[in-house]
């Protein structure tokens, strides 16, 4: 059977389609979340990274994908989105470089909050806290090699020319400082897992209640464990000029690098919330931490995931809601104003 098809009405439909597409607005983005893993569904199970933020921002956003990301877009009404980015520095930063240039999102204005869990070295932390970055750091790039090769009891990394414009990135401080103060006065939540598993380390800072603490985040794709790599990480924060070295965590540094060769770094906000220690307690081999028998982890994963997004959603809703103040860069710090 033989259809006859009217051409120039097929043309014009076809053309009323494109410039439709063509003249869709892309969404204006004013904040974007990004986490690195979530346990199961986006909400009503386990929470990972990723739960907290979906239930308080997405739960009637529509997920939509993104062609080169590891997982779908959410965002809301007010301009708030977020996503699911990838463990690693790889999956994480492929995953932020494919929305950023997706032309459905308008990122012109936008900040960004990188938030995951880390952990962090029991001589400066504890189970539970959460650490606004001042500074990110790349822990791969540079040279190290066996310590038995070197010096007796020297560091065995040295950086490497040619990266100083990627393994370090300071971040703003004024929207450090906003972050800081308006997390101030959050109650961290804790729980008596965690408690008792602080009393097996002789630190202060490792047997204290979780805080909100400011300091260098340090990426590496490579897990690395021990009191010793622990201190070579804060040697390499004093070989940058930077912070202290207060957590560990795999994708900040990289995300950071690809925001900042589209949009700099100005407006980047990164949180880790602490849920092990960088090492074992002094009675413990590492390699029994890294792999520890049934009973033997450490509490709290449930309560620093809710701390992650408590103490982050208010410089979410500071800026959202005061768009104005915020659209044309970090204001002044909270102090003067």
Same mark, same amino acid.
């Given at each position: 059977m033989h259809i006859a098809i009217n051409r120039p009405l097929a043309a014009s439909a076809f053309a009323l389609a494109l410039a439709g597409a063509a003249s869709a607005e892309p969404i204006h983005v004013k904040v974007f979340v990004g986490s690195m893993f979530e346990i199961g569904e986006n909400t009503g199970d386990r929470a990972g990274e990723y739960q907290h933020w979906y239930e308080r921002y997405w739960q009637d956003a529509q997920a939509n994908d993104v062609p080169g990301a590891i997982a779908p877009v959410h965002c809301n009404d007010d301009g708030v989105c977020g996503a699911v980015l990838g463990m690693g520095k790889v999956n994480a930063s492929a995953s932020m470089q494919a929305i950023l240039l997706n032309p459905d999102y308008d990122f012109s204005q936008a900040y960004y909050l990188i938030t995951g869990v880390a952990g962090t070295p029991p001589s400066k932390g504890t189970i539970g806290d959460v650490v606004w970055g001042s500074w990110l750091i790349d822990y791969d790039l540079g040279h190290r090699w066996a310590p038995e090769e070197g010096e007796p009891g020297a560091p065995v990394f040295m950086p490497r020319k040619g990266y100083e414009d990627y393994?370090?990135? @300071? *971040? +703003?401080?004024?929207?450090?400082?906003?972050?800081?103060?308006?997390?101030? %006065?959050?109650?961290?939540?804790?729980?008596? $897992?965690?408690? =008792?598993?602080? *009393?097996?380390?002789?630190?202060?800072?490792? @047997?204290?209640?979780?805080s909100v603490k400011v300091g260098t985040h340090m990426t590496g794709d490579t897990f690395f464990h021990g009191p010793g790599l622990s201190a070579e990480a804060q040697y390499m =924060? $004093?070989?940058?000029?930077?912070?202290?070295? *207060?957590? !560990? $965590?795999? $994708?900040?540094?990289?995300?950071?690098?690809?925001? +900042?060769?589209?949009?700099? =770094?100005?407006?980047?906000?990164?949180?880790?919330?602490?849920? +092990?220690?960088? @090492?074992? +307690?002094? %009675?413990?081999? !590492?390699?029994?931490?890294l792999d520890p028998a049934p009973g033997e982890t450490a509490g709290g994963f449930a309560e620093t995931v809710e701390n992650i997004a408590l103490v982050g959603a208010p410089l979410v809703d500071h800026i959202v809601g005061n768009w104005d103040m915020w659209k044309d860069g970090v204001p002044a710090g909270p102090e003067d104003n």
């Open positions: 393994r370090v990135h @300071q *971040l +703003n401080p004024d929207l450090v400082a906003w972050g800081v103060d308006l997390s101030s %006065d959050v109650e961290l939540k804790d729980s008596e $897992e965690a408690r =008792t598993y602080r *009393l097996r380390y002789p630190d202060d800072a490792a @047997q204290a209640a979780p =924060t $004093e070989i940058y000029g930077a912070d202290d070295y *207060l957590v !560990t $965590e795999m $994708e900040d540094n990289a995300i950071a690098q690809v925001i +900042n060769r589209l949009h700099g =770094t100005d407006r980047i906000a990164a949180i880790r919330g602490a849920v +092990n220690f960088d @090492q074992g +307690n002094p %009675d413990e081999k !590492t390699l029994e931490h």
